[in-house]
């Protein structure tokens, strides 16, 4: 029989194997310290314990032990008797006479449309009627990103400042490099995995564009800045973990995330304090809501909800970035 | 509508502007941009402060082009305006006495993100002040906490670390109870506006509807903000955290934090619940009862410490417990006597916390007593500051320490059964405070043989100088001059009602 001469036969009989120099293979790692080293390791970690909750000899650490577990036992099901307790004498949920169907979720859904101009009335809720709340949480997410910051970050211009002789309070070799937080990133995990990447290829530009269409639909079906924020993000880390740090550099580095929250928030604080200010003062704004139901209507609402996406995508992004490597 | 009254919007609004813009900005700038900010607003709470003395009316202030129960709204009377003034002034010295130190012990790419917190801290506590909504309120919440975790892990050792893990999930327990609170709130009144739940809450206990979950709101919320503010069972997060932030965190979140979410738990006592409610629930007796405890155990704990920066958060324990004490005893002049010890406490804690750090600077950095010998001389100025915080904390007259006593000792006198506790706990907790005041004083002027160690004149840091000797004419201006302070407390909660 005659051999076929394609890629498959080829494959089958073991002639070429098509994953050579695509992907990164290497064996799989026994020990990640060696062998007699983890082994000491564990014993130093058994002794460490035994030493700090070393019970036989320290009465007042037993006794303390346990009490803690029984009291906290107690706390716990006190609580929740509480709660239960509670709930049990509140209101039945969904009775029409209930204090909640008030006239404010009436307002909300009657006239939320005339005034607002959203027909999605969650967004025109969040995003008109109680923008300020809104606003405060998509400063929760900035000061959470600049908290982790705080916390992650690895300064990639230390050695120069140590030579120039700027202050610094952690010395260089107490602290991961850059370069060793990049080798640390790939330890574990395979480069270049095929079936990841053209998986990715496919489904990142469909999650994105289904991010996109969320957010600028926010306005008139479910979904939103927070909501589509959440889905590019995903799809973002995505892209990150198939293709690696070096592709998504090219397009998005610590600058590019700095300045497209600072520019999405910074309008938000503009527009929204124009907003509140015309407002408080029983000004006219100015600002059409359109024809509801159409795409450019409902005010400032659709570009709010842009900025909240941009925002959501860039967090979600940062925190995946700062905790795999210190950095983007 | 006067122009005026845009402020209380303006000042929230420029902080976190401020916030917002010092995320791009190099760290020179953005601690201009904070300095800045701190002083504008201040100003802007002053100019308010005088318009609402003149008027004499609170007023509300939309947020947006809807009213009340639509939209968000926050609403401004002479006590909200002039907490905001004290809050600037506090964080202005905390920041200005610090920043020596925030050089020496924080990285310097990582000055900025510092800047950030703080800009934002000051919006957060500016919007507690001001808000006249329970969900503003929580969102602004959420901020405070995230920056206070950042204010103590700015200094990046193990310590701070596991402090900022342990502040964070007690907080995070405190947010969660008071969410509880607010959710369970919401379903009895249908509001979120404190007004609204106000007159919601007044039909409930006139229908006598609703008492069980009703007494539960109160006790969940009560519960999540003394958790946040380090009520004394609850403070075990409280000595890391303030004692090995870098100065002016634990300056800031010892005088600015927790009494911020005091003030809150203040507001919503007067504007949510109602007072006549609140004093009749139980809830009130178990707070009272922390109080005093905290009074008692948190001096104790800090006679047994022998490090002076966790002496002195543990002194926080004890002053946190006489505030509670006084809105335990459920009356009006209780009340008054607990915000003036908000007011007394920010301004001495915050000064002993900047005086502490140039006495340990000049005992080659060590914070344990015996090496702090002598050095009330080789720092004079921040011997003389430490030495009046110390009389003030204990309560010697003309020190602002001194009027909270008295207020507190006045608020007791006639209360039937909490009188003899809270008289008794005043008189021991006073002396445990002498006892560990007067030994760090008497410690630090204790002649030193050794002439080894490094002097510092007023000459060599005159900015630290300056905001110590600003801290102690804020504690004597207290102290004297104490009258129209507490009628201002007095119209300020009348215009609560």
Known sequence: ?328 | MRFVQNFPFFSIILSMFAGIVSSVLPSRAAKWVNTVLIVTVGILSVVLLAYLTGTGEPFVYWMGHFPAPWGNEIRAGVLEAGMALFFCVIMLLSMAGGRKKLIGEVEYSKHSLYYIMVDLLLSSLLALVYTNDLFTAYVFVEINTISACGLIMIRQNGRTIEAAVRYMIMSLLGSGLFLMGLCTLYDLTGHLLMSNIRESVVQLMEQGAYAVPLTVTIGLISAGLAIKSALYPFHTWLPDAYGYSTVSSAAMLSSLVSKGYIFLLIKIIYRVIGFEVFARSRIIDVLFVFGVLGMIFGSVSAIRENDIRRMIAFSSVAQIGYIYMGIGLGTQIGMTASIFHILSHAATKSLLFIAAIGLTDVSRGSRRFIDLTGAGYRHRMAGVAFTVGSLSMVGVPMFSGFVSKLLFAEASVGHVYKMLPAVVALAVSTILNAIYFMKTVIRIYVPERRMDREIITVRKEPVYAAVLVCFILLNIALGMLSQPVVEWIGSGLDMFG
């Open chain 1, 1 to 328: 029989m005659k051999r076929k001469n394609n890629a498959f036969f080829r494959w089958f009989y073991g002639e070429t194997d098509t994953m050579l120099g695509k992907v990164e293979i290497r064996p799989q790692r026994k020990e990640p310290f060696g062998e007699g080293k983890a082994g000491e390791l564990l014993a130093d970690h058994q002794t460490l314990r035994e030493r700090i909750y070393d019970g036989k000899d320290n009465g007042k650490l037993w006794f303390f032990d346990r009490i803690y577990r029984v009291a906290a036992l107690f706390f716990c099901l006190a609580l929740i008797f509480i709660l239960l307790v509670n709930v049990s004498w509140l209101p039945p949920s969904g009775e029409a006479s209930n204090p909640a169907n008030n006239e404010v979720p009436a307002r909300y859904i009657e006239s939320g449309l005339q005034e607002t101009g959203a027909v999605n009335i969650v967004t025109g809720m969040i995003l008109d009627y109680r923008a300020f709340d809104t606003f405060g949480e998509s400063n929760v997410l900035f000061i959470a990103t600049a908290a982790v910051l705080i916390l992650m970050r690895l300064d990639p211009e230390k050695k120069a400042r140590v030579r120039k002789g700027i202050p610094v309070y952690k010395k260089p070799e107490d602290e991961l490099t850059v370069a060793q937080a990049q080798a640390n990133d790939r330890l574990y995990e395979p480069k270049n995995d095929v079936i990841l990447q053209r998986v990715a290829g496919f489904l990142v530009p469909v999650i994105v564009i289904f991010g996109i269409y969320v957010i600028l639909n926010g306005h008139l079906s479910p979904g939103g800045g927070f909501s589509g924020g959440a889905i590019i993000g995903a799809g973002l880390i995505l892209y990150l973990n198939a293709f690696g740090f070096e592709k998504t550099e090219r397009f998005f580095t610590e600058k590019t995330y700095k300045w497209v929250c600072f520019a999405s928030l910074t309008f938000y604080c503009l527009v929204k304090s124009y907003s509140f200010f015309t407002g408080a003062n029983h000004l006219e704004s100015g600002i059409p809501l359109g024809t509801p139901g159409a795409i450019l209507s409902s005010g400032l609402i659709l570009p709010l909800n842009i900025c909240v996406g941009l925002v959501v995508a860039c967090t979600m992004y940062a925190f995946y970035a700062l905790f795999r490597k210190g950095g983007f």
